[in-house]
């Protein structure tokens, strides 16, 4: 094939020039629209005023974009974010005097580029979400018993755990219908969650209508169902989001090899860094779970009443002591935009993640604290976790070695990151609406 012959030479090219490598590299296949789930533009349309709209929170007062938002990337700047009882955008966002928030949320908002992509099988950080055909729902979940037939997809079954979340989006008990449903574990149901949020939902004649163009049982008189608003959500993000064009998917196709520091950090991604054994396929992901040594900071992943208990990653899922401190390999379209990087965000620069990356054992033990954290304590103190050496010598334990690499390395291997940048994808497609339906506020 022409362009893979045209991509392979400039990069073989300049991995002999650096001496990083001899032979072929082993370069993945460029994406395709085959590699995508088709998006209906009516759907995702719907989708994107639901993703825009605070109607969705337990106190209309918190969107889906409130942490994922384009002007950060479809993150939200923060390491570790304020979700209910924050007030503001960004690493602007700040606690409400009136409501303020009970802790951080205890990771870092992940980025939304290519979710819809077929090859995503399993969702967050510790994967507690994933594609199983053995359930009947097709789906493994921490929430068995209340998964209900609908949801189109895998990142469509994901938007049910922000809205049920009373540090994300349900806000605490008794301050709202939906929070008190959470609390007493009516999730599904009349009467439960998400029968409240669909029916606020399908109460805006702006909304019913819209529905009912887009899904034909509706239009034949079938209630709004939060399926319903989870799968336009979707299909927004699937549709917003996707990034296929990218200098890298254009040398991928032929039109444009990697040249000069770029193409000397391909060859070390793909070579003796080892990157591209964990970040492999089209999607830079092997969707496999790996303990790299991350500083824990802030309150940790965990059940209420454990007091400064820290994220143990995977293990929280299998149970399995092999998975302890493991967090799945995430994709890496855009990386040079979706900072802070790590599973809680610990590292306000890329080259200082990349570097603590590749040597994960010596890098944790000089950290230098360069989290980006909005001015809140909360009840469990942010550098906890670090300044407990038995929780730093674990996951120092844990961690896989690393080769390390040299600044000149370190240098290149940005450069081949930076053209993982889509101008397309982060500009997205729809955009921001001028309003939505409830006539809540927008945040732009």
């Known amino acids: 094939m022409r362009s893979w012959g045209v991509l392979m030479l400039g990069l073989c090219v300049a991995a002999g020039a650096a001496g990083a490598a001899d032979g072929p590299l082993p370069l993945p296949e460029p994406l395709s629209d085959a590699d995508f789930r088709p998006v209906d533009r009516a759907e995702a349309e719907l989708g994107q005023l639901l993703f825009y709209d605070a109607i969705l929170s337990g106190n209309r007062n918190i969107s889906c974009a409130t942490c994922h938002h384009p002007r950060f990337a479809t993150g939200d700047g923060l390491s570790l974010g304020l979700g209910e009882g924050g007030r503001g955008l960004g690493p602007e966002r700040v606690p409400d005097p009136d409501n303020p928030p009970e802790q951080l949320i205890p990771r870092n908002a992940p980025p939304l580029f290519n979710m819809g992509a077929r090859a995503v099988t399993v969702l967050f950080a510790d994967g507690r979400i994933e594609v199983d055909p053995e359930r009947p729902s097709g789906l493994r979940t921490p929430m068995e018993e209340e998964m209900v037939a609908g949801f189109a997809s895998l990142l469509s079954a994901q938007t049910m755990f922000p809205v049920l979340s009373q540090d994300e989006m349900a806000g605490h008990y008794q301050e709202n219908d939906v929070a008190r449903a959470v609390r007493q574990g009516l999730i599904t149901g009349a009467g439960g969650a998400w029968d409240l949020i669909a029916g606020r939902v399908a109460a805006i004649p702006a909304y019913a209508e819209r529905f009912a163009a887009v899904y034909p049982e509706i239009a034949g008189g079938r209630a709004i169902a939060f399926t319903d608003i ?29 040249e000069g520091a770029a193409a000397r950090g391909a060859a070390l991604f793909y070579g003796p860094a080892g990157c591209g054994s964990c970040h492999s396929g089209p999607l830079l992901s092997d969707f496999g779970f790996h303990a790299m040594g991350q500083p824990q900071l802030g309150p940790g992943k965990a059940a209420r009443f454990e007091r400064h208990a820290r994220d143990d990653g995977r293990l929280r899922v299998t149970g399995r002591a092999e998975d302890t401190y493991a967090f799945r390999t995430p994709m890496l379209r855009n990386v040079a935009r979706t900072g802070p990087w790590g599973h809680a965000g610990a590292y306000g620069d890329l080259g200082a993640f990349v570097a603590q990356h590749a040597a994960p054992q010596a890098g944790l033990e000089s950290y230098g604290r360069d989290a980006v954290l909005p001015a809140f304590e909360g009840p469990k103190p942010v550098w906890a976790l670090l300044d407990d050496d ?19 390395e370190l240098s290149d291997i940005l450069a081949f990151l930076d053209t993982l940048t889509d101008p397309a994808a982060i500009a997205g497609r729809l955009g921001i609406p001028d309003e939505v339906p409830s006539g809540l506020p927008v945040e732009r």
Do not use: Y
Not at 246 to 257: E, N, Q, Y
Not at 390 to 408: F, I, K, M
């Open 230 to 258: 989870s799968n336009a959500v979707a299909a927004f993000m699937e549709f917003e989001w996707r990034s296929d064009t990218a200098p890298f998917d254009a040398a991928l196709r032929g039109a444009a090899p990697l």
């Open 390 to 408: 038995g929780a730093v010598a674990e996951v120092v334990g844990a961690a896989v070695p690393g080769p390390g690499l040299t600044e000149a």
